[in-house]
């Protein structure tokens, strides 16, 4: 009866043993992959008070680990990083260890988000969150200092002339090569539409084009409302008058939005395009591909006043302010 029961037995331990030579095999291979660090550089953000399990499954939605389960059990044996909130930098397919290494040193890289309608300063604002008060400051005097690099710059101001677009920014990396980046990459925006340094239209050279275009971004705020902002803004410029903008107002006063009141509206400032004809002196925020796409292209049309009838956001033109008016009772009819 003895070698009946031993025989079951044997089994069991035989295959314990396998299983746990398996299970011992695959967290190995979670926690140091063969191929580890060999995969492209991705970027993994931590916010504040995100867990441990939280991390992990950034970390794996990112591909730097293959197993957020294993990668808490290597936490549990080895422990677990002091992980502060901020960008990384990591590579797809790292090993454990290194993961822990890079996440306990500390953020190293800042993230740069350059959105249509976003000005310098606001873009100062978000470095200065991550990289200090004292980069920002010289991201700000690096974006005047070097608007000579810029073939579209007409004065000092980089203003609108930065590329939209995501920009990594390396733990040692100078506001100055930052600034560079974003020239560079609005020059290569400019030219897949059709944007050259000595583009003309509407008897607007380049410059004047991309403020025109920081203004329909502001004002438009939708694509389908753009193009015919762009008209309505060189209707208005040819009649010599004031274009009467209120994204220009706003600007003047370093605001985003909100209601221009008409204690606003007498602020004076270059960039008050009520008290002023023509344009701003500068663009008044970076624009995107669309917006310039408006201005290049604007369709033909006599409007010269426009306003949001809807909520999501639709502007109806119109010819005459009679015309305007009807429209702003139409918006008002509609809670707007």
């Not at 690099?149 to 990396?173: N, R």
């Not at 803004?233 to 209120?246: E, H, K, S, V, Y």
């Not at 310039?292 to 006043?305: D, E, I, M, N, T």
């Amino acid at each position: 009866m003895a070698s009946l029961v031993s025989k079951p037995l044997g089994r069991v331990v035989g295959v314990s043993v396998v299983l746990v030579v398996l299970v011992v095999g695959w967290f190995s291979l979670q926690v140091d992959p063969v191929f580890a660090g060999k995969g492209p550089d991705v970027i993994v953000t931590v916010h504040a008070g995100d867990s441990l399990a939280a991390i992990a499954g950034e970390l794996h939605s990112k591909g730097v680990i293959a197993s957020p389960l294993a990668f808490r059990l290597d936490a549990l044996l080895f422990g677990a990083p002091l992980v502060q909130p901020g960008s990384y930098e990591l590579r797809e397919g790292s090993s454990f260890s290194a993961v822990r290494s890079i996440l306990g040193a500390g953020p190293n890289v800042a993230v740069v988000t350059a959105l249509p309608g976003l000005t310098l300063h606001e873009m100062a604002v978000n470095l200065a969150a991550q990289k200090g008060n004292t980069y920002a400051t010289a991201f700000l005097k690096d974006a005047t200092a070097l608007s000579a690099h810029s073939p579209f710059a007409q004065g000092s101001s980089l203003e609108g002339l930065v590329g939209v677009g995501t920009y990594i920014v390396k733990l040692h990396e100078s506001p100055k090569l930052l600034v560079h980046k974003m020239v560079n990459a609005f020059v290569n925006e400019a030219k897949s539409v059709g944007l050259t340094p000595r583009t003309r239209v509407e008897g607007l050279n380049a410059y004047q084009l991309v403020t025109a275009a920081s203004i329909v971004e502001k004002e438009g705020y939708y694509p389908k409302n753009m193009p015919k902002v762009a008209r309505v803004i060189f209707n208005r410029l040819a009649r010599g008058g004031p274009l009467q903008m209120d994204a220009t107002v706003l600007y003047a006063l370093g605001q985003d939005g909100g209601t221009v009141t008409p204690q606003m509206l007498q602020t004076p400032s270059p960039y008050n395009t009520y008290l002023n004809a023509g344009l701003t002196p500068t663009p008044i925020c970076t624009v995107s591909a669309t917006a310039l796409k408006a201005v290049l292209h604007a369709p033909a049309g006599s409007w010269l006043y426009f306003v949001v009838v809807d909520k999501s956001g639709t502007e109806a033109f119109s010819t005459t302010f009679a015309g305007q008016l009807a429209n702003e009772r139409l918006a008002a009819s509609r809670g707007l």
